[in-house]
T-cell receptor, first 115, second 113 residues
Framework: AQSVTQLGSHVSVSEGALVLLRCNYS??????LFWYVQYPNQGLQLLLK??????LVKGINGFEAEFKKSETSFHLTKPSAHMSDAAEYFC?????????????FGEGTQLTVNP | DGGITQSPKYLFRKEGQNVTLSCEQN?????MYWYRQDPGQGLRLIYY???????QKGDIAEGYSVSREKKESFPLTVTSAQKNPTAFYLC????????????FGPGTRLTVT
């Protein structure tokens, strides 16, 4: 079975500061990994994904994430936070086998950006 | 534009009534999903379907029912048996055989009083 742990349900940064949102996963097979963003009262939007190949993946809005197999991590970063980055962020993992195409989501991290 | 539509955006019902939430996609995806979202609890999978006329229970299927008669449509019925139906409901779709990223609709906020 797959699982996802997002460390820190709330993260607060100043505008212009580094954003680091942590995600650790467990999977018995090489995983597919995703980060999504959700603004209030809206659906989730895909930020980036890792499937195979390059372990550093770049996404939209200046975000990137690095897949580290040895640490079973897929942390999301952005060098300089903007006020518009304030939202909830979800990490997700897809395993293989009988789970089919379903994803397992973390519980989310609420990002606050202070002026 | 391709995407997923959910209607209505807000829905109000009296306790004891069944209510059906609509989800339509024009992305030609085989797989569709329903999630429930409560404050501070992330997303919980209710039902999913990987092909027309077939669906599987997710983690919290009790009190819900679905159908998948068309590839484009995956309606969710919240029955009177669901003890706490007030929540934000999200529909998503994806390719069944990869890539597996899910695309989400805008959500329906259901309030039952």
């Amino acid at each position: 079975a797959q699982s996802v742990t997002q460390l820190g349900s709330h993260v607060s940064v100043s505008e212009g500061a580094l954003v680091l949102l942590r995600c650790n996963y467990s999977s018995s097979v090489p995983p597919y990994l995703f980060w999504y963003v959700q603004y209030p009262n809206q659906g989730l939007q895909l930020l980036l994904k890792y499937t195979t190949g390059a372990t550093l993946v770049k996404g939209i809005n200046g975000f990137e994430a690095e897949f580290k197999k040895s640490e079973t991590s897929f942390h999301l970063t952005k060098p300089s936070a903007h006020m518009s980055d304030a939202a909830e962020y979800f990490c997700a993992v897809r395993g293989t086998g009988t789970s089919g195409s379903r994803l397992t989501f973390g519980e989310g991290t609420q990002l606050t950006v202070n002026p | 534009d391709g995407g997923i539509t959910q209607s209505p955006k807000y829905l109000f019902r009296k306790e004891g009534q069944n209510v059906t939430l609509s989800c339509e996609q024009n992305l030609n995806h085989d797989a569709m999903y329903w999630y429930r979202q409560d404050p501070g609890q992330g997303l919980r999978l209710i039902y999913y379907s990987q092909i027309v006329n077939d669906f599987q229970k997710g983690d919290i299927a009790e009190g819900y029912s679905v159908s998948r008669e068309k590839k484009e449509s995956f309606p969710l019925t919240v029955t009177s048996a669901q003890k706490n139906p007030t929540a934000f409901y999200l529909c998503a779709s994806s390719n069944r055989d990869g890539p597996y990223e899910q695309y989400f609709g805008p959500g329906t906020r259901l309030t039952v009083t």
